[in-house]
């Protein structure tokens, strides 16, 4: 039976605003077993970075705050941590890789003295001692020449570069769990390719857990294990990659297969795009958050919110047409023809 390293239950995160609290994401459940890498995918605004930032407790400094739910790792629930003791877990236990490389390093020290900070911090190391970690962590993450890199800053790098010593700060601790969130959204195509790479080898080289937060369903498909799709600060469909690309169950997940190029159409064919845009979070639609987009509404999507139904044994998704009775079977096939 698989390991479980992190459990997410019931999370439920807001903002306090103008018109109140604004709850980002919405009794949230997810599981990462060990070894295993999930990729939580979606569109921008959909709750993906809030989630991994609350698993961080990193969200209580940008102004938000857990309102309800827990989160397991490793059987402790991070939740009832003060944040001292979160210090000790971040970067530790959990590390994150930032969306973009050259925010996330500090343009007045150097890579190295970067790198060795996390070390020495976490793992009581002398400077000469974290020195020599970061010179060998440039080196498993594939950047040439690391006793020279080691001395240089980020702005004398490529941006490729820079993702590459943002993982090796990831990695200066040997982590149970790599939040990795939109990893190579600023890298061009080749060097995308070149980190995912990078980080399937480090993930088999080292054993640990990943969860990768993406918009992008082609590097969900290269790199996952489980897809989590999110939509409007909630989790609409869950299950194995193969599951989700072969039976794809939500109406919301079949539309981000369609838009993405090559999976869907021939050359030259309009690319499908899913009609309006995904909701504000302080004027949510009444019954199922995606009804206003779905072109197999009815009128139950409109009044209630569906809870999740089990599609198989491992596959589940939150529509009503996999409610038993009414006219469920005859909606399932008219998905099943548009997909």
Avoid at 4 to 25: M, P, S
Avoid at 154 to 170: K, N, T, W, Y
Wanted: with cysteine; net charge negative.
């Amino acid at each position: 039976m698989a390991e479980k390293l992190l459990e997410i239950r019931n999370l439920t995160v807001g903002f306090q605003t103008d018109n109140g609290v604004v709850k980002a994401t919405d009794r949230v459940n997810l599981t990462l077993n060990k070894g295993e890498t999930v990729c939580l995918v979606g569109e921008s605004g959909s709750g993906k970075s809030v989630t991994s930032l609350a698993v961080m407790r990193l969200i209580e400094y940008g102004g938000g705050a857990i309102l309800e739910g827990d989160v397991g790792f490793k059987g402790d629930d991070l939740t009832s941590r003060s944040q001292e003791e979160m210090i000790r877990i971040r970067g530790n236990k959990i590390a994150m890789i930032f969306q973009d490389p050259m925010s996330a390093l500090n343009p007045v020290y150097s890579v190295g003295d970067q790198i060795a900070e996390s070390v020495m911090l976490h793992q009581k190391k002398s400077k000469k001692e974290a020195w020599k970690t970061a010179v060998h962590l440039l080196r498993l993450v594939g950047i040439p020449a690391p006793e020279m890199r080691v001395k240089q800053y980020p702005h004398e790098l490529s941006g490729g570069m820079c993702q590459r010593v943002v993982i090796a700060i990831a990695l200066a601790c040997d982590p149970d769990l790599l939040i990795a969130d939109e990893p190579t959204t600023a890298l061009d195509v080749t060097v995308q390719a070149q980190i995912l790479d990078l980080l399937r080898k480090l993930q088999k080289d080292l054993g640990m857990s990943i969860l990768l937060i993406t918009h992008d369903m082609g590097v969900a498909a290269e790199m996952g294990d489980r897809i989590a799709v999110m939509y409007a600060g909630v989790i609409v469909e869950e299950g194995a990659v193969a599951d989700i690309f072969a039976n794809p169950s939500h109406p919301y997940t079949i539309g981000l297969l369609q838009s993405v190029p090559g999976l869907e159409g021939a050359r030259g064919e309009e690319l499908y795009t899913i009609r309006g845009n995904i909701p504000s979070l302080n004027q949510l639609p009444t019954g199922c958050r995606f009804h206003p987009r779905c072109p197999h509404v009815r009128e139950r999507c409109k009044s209630t919110e569906p809870p999740v139904f089990k599609v198989n044994s491992d596959h589940q998704a939150a529509c009503w047409m996999y409610a038993s009775g009414g006219d469920s079977e005859a909606w399932r096939q008219e998905l099943e023809q548009r997909s």
